[in-house]
């Protein structure tokens, strides 16, 4: 089943549903080391692809364009990095000069909307002012019915000419008095933009920002963290097996026997009892299908291929194990363990792969872990390593070694049937 996962780099849903955390992490990290794994192959594959590209194009070089890129003194590509040449300015100065170009543009344009409004006051004002000083004159020159209308006339060209002076003078005091005031205003924006700059760090973005990777940071560090403890406990378990001499090996150590000579001779000696028999006398040629997607498949595949490996029996009898259940779902497993004490288990067969489950007792709650039995060997997917080479190998191995570091779980207390007939009668009828 893992191999398969691995080839497919594809997990079902389901499946993945049934796993705890610490088995998806270590499932995960199977997985990742298999995409490196591939990734330097392909890697390979282009860099000798590329060489051959490079050799084929010097052949080519001299009868079609070409491009050379300029090198350095070391040999390799030259590179220019804007501030770092002889003659660049440095960052600093191009940010100062930014700011006080900023800085003089902002009062610029406030300079030239102070200077329209001034405009337009002082045009007003004395259009106001030129207006009521020709109607003054009409009423009282009009009025007493002037005969020199020539006198009114000059007189009223010299009053023009007096207040376009004054206009003209008006003018030139208001472009001065904007002026000042740009320049002012530059040097208040240029400080203002400077502090903005210098805080900028204590902004509300630059907070958002810092709190998103100060949360991207600590998830890092918790992925990585699980993958760590993932990998000591794949290694941990690993040895502890070896020194124990219980690891069944490499699949090729069982392959073209599925029972020790004494388990056959004992089989073949007890072939009268009605629980042994049922593969014997299977008469169609059995071939499983990929995955289970059926009751009747699964007890098809149990009665051809686990219960002549023994599977559920206890050891050296023909005594189905206290441990053992039939096709029961994880609800009904935690039904049968919930007034249990912590380290009660039981093993069911699974709907989801061609195994079981294991679901244990913890002190707060419940746990259950996918054994992989598609192989000739027993062993825990995506947690233990180790693989044994029957199902009451596995349970008697971690009646003395906990599962997982993290959580210690030692089989303690099978949880026995308590429906009469048993669950797992269907297997054997």
Same mark, same amino acid.
């Given at each position: 089943?893992?191999?398969?996962?691995?080839?497919?780099?594809? *997990?079902?849903?389901?499946?993945?549903?049934?796993?705890?955390?610490?088995?998806? %992490? *270590?499932?995960?990290?199977?997985?990742?080391?298999?995409?490196?794994?591939? =990734? /330097?192959?392909?890697?390979?594959?282009?860099?000798?692809?590329?060489?051959?590209? !490079?050799?084929? $194009?010097?052949?080519?070089?001299?009868?079609?364009?070409?491009?050379?890129?300029?090198?350095?003194?070391?040999?390799?590509?030259?590179? =220019?990095?804007?501030?770092?040449? &002889?003659?660049?300015?440095?960052?600093?100065?191009?940010?100062?000069?930014?700011? $006080?170009?900023?800085?003089?543009?902002?009062?610029?344009?406030?300079?030239?909307?102070?200077?329209?409004?001034?405009? $337009?006051?002082?045009?007003?004002?004395?259009?106001?002012?030129?207006? %009521? #000083?020709?109607?003054?004159?009409?009423?009282?020159?009009?009025?007493?019915?002037?005969?020199?209308?020539?006198?009114?006339?000059?007189?009223?060209?010299?009053?023009? #000419?007096?207040?376009?002076?004054?206009?003209?003078?008006?003018?030139?005091?208001?472009?001065?008095?904007?002026?000042?005031?740009?320049?002012?205003?530059?040097?208040?924006?240029?400080?203002?933009?400077?502090?903005?700059?210098?805080?900028?760090?204590?902004?509300?973005?630059? %907070?958002?920002?810092?709190?998103?990777?100060?949360?991207?940071?600590?998830?890092?560090?918790?992925?990585?963290?699980?993958?760590? /403890?993932?990998?000591?406990?794949?290694?941990?378990?690993?040895? !502890?097996?070896?020194?124990?001499?219980?690891?069944?090996?490499?699949?090729?150590?069982?392959?073209?026997?599925?029972?020790?000579?004494?388990?056959? *001779?004992?089989?073949?000696?007890?072939?009268?009892?009605?629980?042994?028999?049922?593969?014997?006398?299977?008469?169609?040629? =059995?071939?499983?299908?990929?995955?289970?997607?059926?009751?009747?498949?699964?007890?098809?595949?149990?009665?051809?291929?686990?219960? &002549?490996?023994?599977?559920?029996?206890?050891?050296?009898?023909?005594?189905?194990?206290? =441990?053992?259940?039939?096709?029961?779902?994880?609800?009904?497993?935690?039904?049968?363990?919930?007034?249990?004490?912590?380290?009660?288990?039981?093993?069911?067969?699974?709907?989801?792969?061609?195994?079981?489950?294991?679901?244990?007792?913890?002190?707060?709650?419940?746990?259950?872990?996918?054994?992989?039995?598609?192989?000739?060997?027993?062993?825990?997917?995506?947690?233990?390593?180790?693989?044994?080479?029957?199902?009451?190998?596995?349970?008697?191995?971690?009646?003395?070694?906990?599962?997982?570091?993290?959580?210690?779980?030692?089989?303690?207390?099978?949880?026995? %049937?308590?429906?009469?007939?048993?669950?797992?009668?269907?297997?054997?009828?």
């Amino acid at each position: 089943m893992l191999q398969q996962i691995l080839r497919d780099m594809y *997990i079902d849903p389901e499946l993945l549903a049934e796993l705890n955390e610490e088995q998806k %992490q *270590i499932l995960f990290y199977k997985m990742r080391e298999e995409q490196l794994r591939r =990734w /330097r192959e392909r890697e390979e594959k282009a860099r000798m692809e590329e060489a051959v590209l !490079r050799k084929t $194009a010097r052949r080519n070089q001299s009868n079609g364009k070409h491009v050379q890129w300029l090198r350095g003194k070391d040999g390799e590509v030259w590179v =220019w990095v804007m501030g770092e040449a &002889p003659g660049d300015k440095p960052y600093e100065q191009i940010s100062e000069e930014l700011i $006080a170009e900023r800085a003089r543009q902002q009062a610029q344009k406030e300079a030239e909307e102070l200077w329209r409004q001034k405009e $337009a006051e002082i045009t007003k004002k004395f259009r106001d002012a030129m207006a %009521q #000083e020709k109607a003054r004159i009409v009423a009282e020159k009009w009025k007493i019915e002037m005969e020199d209308r020539k006198a009114a006339k000059l007189e009223e060209e010299k009053i023009q #000419e007096e207040l376009k002076k004054r206009e003209e003078e008006e003018r030139q005091k208001g472009e001065e008095l904007i002026r000042l005031q740009e320049e002012i205003r530059a040097k208040e924006l240029y400080l203002s933009l400077k502090q903005a700059q210098q805080h900028s760090q204590h902004s509300d973005d630059d %907070q958002e920002w810092e709190e998103q990777l100060r949360r991207s940071k600590a998830a890092d560090e918790e992925r990585s963290h699980q993958a760590r /403890r993932a990998r000591d406990e794949y290694r941990r378990q690993s040895l !502890r097996a070896i020194q124990k001499g219980r690891v069944a090996g490499l699949s090729h150590l069982f392959q073209g026997t599925n029972l020790n000579n004494e388990q056959e *001779i004992k089989l073949n000696n007890n072939s009268a009892s009605p629980l042994l028999s049922l593969s014997a006398a299977s008469s169609n040629i =059995w071939e499983r299908p990929s995955r289970p997607f059926s009751r009747d498949v699964i007890v098809r595949w149990f009665r051809e291929e686990q219960i &002549p490996r023994r599977a559920g029996f206890e050891r050296n009898t023909n005594r189905i194990a206290q =441990w053992f259940h039939g096709i029961i779902s994880r609800q009904e497993a935690e039904e049968l363990l919930m007034n249990k004490s912590e380290g009660a288990f039981l093993v069911r067969v699974s709907e989801k792969i061609w195994g079981y489950a294991l679901s244990y007792r913890q002190q707060n709650g419940f746990k259950h872990f996918l054994v992989d039995a598609s192989g000739d060997f027993y062993s825990f997917l995506g947690v233990d390593p180790n693989r044994h080479p029957t199902l009451t190998d596995l349970i008697d191995f971690h009646k003395e070694e906990i599962i997982t570091s993290s959580g210690g779980e030692l089989l303690l207390e099978p949880c026995g %049937q308590q429906k009469n007939p048993p669950d797992y009668s269907p297997l054997f009828e």
